[in-house]
């Protein structure tokens, strides 16, 4: 196979490197279904087409999205975007925050700060309201994507309507929840006084270039820089826990 | 005079269990009468801060404080975020320089 690399096809462990992941995770990937090689040789070997691997890797909203919205026996066990603990997820930020330094836009008064911020408090926002709840599994997919500026987290928890009628058992439907949720500094874990990290989250995102939407049960929040206003809709699928994706454009 | 450096806490600061243990830590290694000492909060060094971090120590900090409060070197965008944000939350007008 040394043509391989000519015909745009990469071993394995250029593939992995190519995707930041290891070797295993591709394989584990690829019995899945989550990934499947271009071509299997005689010789059993696995090689990725490369155009195929930039397109998984650019689409990180639906790799959240099925990781969400998918059965549990049919999540790869491991991946390299799973945060099982908060202290994994915690660890990962702080790469993040390494990858968006180096991004010149966001290097002035430290704006890229901005950015991990907010995903903090999502991430954050998911393993404190989760903890001894979560239905299957624990933790967060996350991931980022620098040159498409865009993070991902999601979470297979309660959902936020679920969290929020602890505290308010009035509350009607997700749409309401999540409306509260960004508006109200109301604690899903009372008497803790808490609160607040999602206002803080729209503040951030109204008041800079950034775009965030969420989808919690069957209800999705769209958040635009410059417009404080939450645009809040129905979604067709509904999904148990949460997925946020957010968005960074240059200023 | 209190000088407390946030930075000695983390660079980055994010997560209310983080913001509590730091609290808790500084509880522990302070007396009561610093708290009645003027303290200046210096933000130099911190990369990001969140509002949960900062809701947990200097919310905490500010229920306990009887001297008065000055944030210095606050130029990272995270931490202006979070200060005026927390001034929100309290309806108090901080000291925040530069």
């Given at each position: 196979m040394q043509n391989m690399g000519e015909n745009g096809m990469l071993s394995i462990s250029e593939a992995a490197d190519f995707l930041g992941i290891s070797r295993q995770t591709l394989r584990r990937w690829d019995k899945a279904g989550t990934l499947r090689p271009s071509y299997i040789s005689p010789g059993k070997h696995r090689y990725y087409r490369q155009s195929e691997l930039r397109k998984f890797a650019s689409d990180l909203f639906s790799r959240a999205n099925n990781w969400a919205l998918a059965s549990s026996e049919a999540?790869?066990?491991?991946?390299?975007?799973?945060?099982?603990?908060s202290s994994v997820f915690q660890a990962r930020l702080a790469t993040l925050e390494t990858a968006l330094q180096k991004i010149p836009d966001l290097q002035k008064e430290y704006r890229f700060s901005l950015v991990v911020a907010v995903v903090a408090e999502i991430g954050d926002n998911a393993f404190a309201h989760n903890l001894g709840q979560w239905p299957d599994i624990p933790g967060v997919f996350f991931a980022y994507d620098t040159n498409r500026r865009q993070v991902v987290v999601a979470d297979r928890g309660v959902g936020i309507l679920a969290t929020l009628r602890q505290v308010r058992?009035?509350?009607?439907d997700h749409r309401e929840a999540l409306r509260v949720a960004f508006t109200e500094r109301l604690s899903g874990r009372s008497p803790e006084n808490r609160g607040g990290g999602l206002k803080f989250v729209r503040k951030i995102i109204s008041q800079n270039n950034f775009s965030l939407f969420v989808q919690s049960g069957d209800a999705r929040l769209r958040l635009s820089g410059g417009d404080p206003a939450l645009r809040i809709s129905s979604a067709d699928t509904p999904l148990r826990g949460t997925l946020a994706l957010i968005e960074f454009s240059p200023s | 005079m209190t000088i407390i450096?946030?930075?000695?806490?983390?660079?980055l600061l994010s997560s209310r269990e983080l913001g509590r243990e730091a609290w808790q830590a500084f509880l522990s290694s302070h007396s009561r009468g610093q708290l009645e000492e003027p303290v200046i909060v210096d933000c130099g060094g911190v990369s990001t801060l969140s509002h949960s971090w900062g809701d947990e120590f200097l919310s905490s900090l500010l229920a306990h404080l009887q001297g008065p409060l000055t944030f210095r070197n606050t130029g990272n965008a995270s931490v202006r975020a979070t200060l005026e944000y927390l001034q929100e939350i309290h309806g108090k007008r901080l000291v925040i320089e530069p």
């Amino acid at each position: 196979m040394q043509n391989m690399g000519e015909n745009g096809m990469l071993s394995i462990s250029e593939a992995a490197d190519f995707l930041g992941i290891s070797r295993q995770t591709l394989r584990r990937w690829d019995k899945a279904g989550t990934l499947r090689p271009s071509y299997i040789s005689p010789g059993k070997h696995r090689y990725y087409r490369q155009s195929e691997l930039r397109k998984f890797a650019s689409d990180l909203f639906s790799r959240a999205n099925n990781w969400a919205l998918a059965s549990s026996e049919a999540i790869p066990a491991a991946d390299d975007a799973y945060c099982p603990t908060s202290s994994v997820f915690q660890a990962r930020l702080a790469t993040l925050e390494t990858a968006l330094q180096k991004i010149p836009d966001l290097q002035k008064e430290y704006r890229f700060s901005l950015v991990v911020a907010v995903v903090a408090e999502i991430g954050d926002n998911a393993f404190a309201h989760n903890l001894g709840q979560w239905p299957d599994i624990p933790g967060v997919f996350f991931a980022y994507d620098t040159n498409r500026r865009q993070v991902v987290v999601a979470d297979r928890g309660v959902g936020i309507l679920a969290t929020l009628r602890q505290v308010r058992p009035s509350l009607p439907d997700h749409r309401e929840a999540l409306r509260v949720a960004f508006t109200e500094r109301l604690s899903g874990r009372s008497p803790e006084n808490r609160g607040g990290g999602l206002k803080f989250v729209r503040k951030i995102i109204s008041q800079n270039n950034f775009s965030l939407f969420v989808q919690s049960g069957d209800a999705r929040l769209r958040l635009s820089g410059g417009d404080p206003a939450l645009r809040i809709s129905s979604a067709d699928t509904p999904l148990r826990g949460t997925l946020a994706l957010i968005e960074f454009s240059p200023s | 005079m209190t000088i407390i450096q946030l930075a000695k806490f983390g660079h980055l600061l994010s997560s209310r269990e983080l913001g509590r243990e730091a609290w808790q830590a500084f509880l522990s290694s302070h007396s009561r009468g610093q708290l009645e000492e003027p303290v200046i909060v210096d933000c130099g060094g911190v990369s990001t801060l969140s509002h949960s971090w900062g809701d947990e120590f200097l919310s905490s900090l500010l229920a306990h404080l009887q001297g008065p409060l000055t944030f210095r070197n606050t130029g990272n965008a995270s931490v202006r975020a979070t200060l005026e944000y927390l001034q929100e939350i309290h309806g108090k007008r901080l000291v925040i320089e530069p």
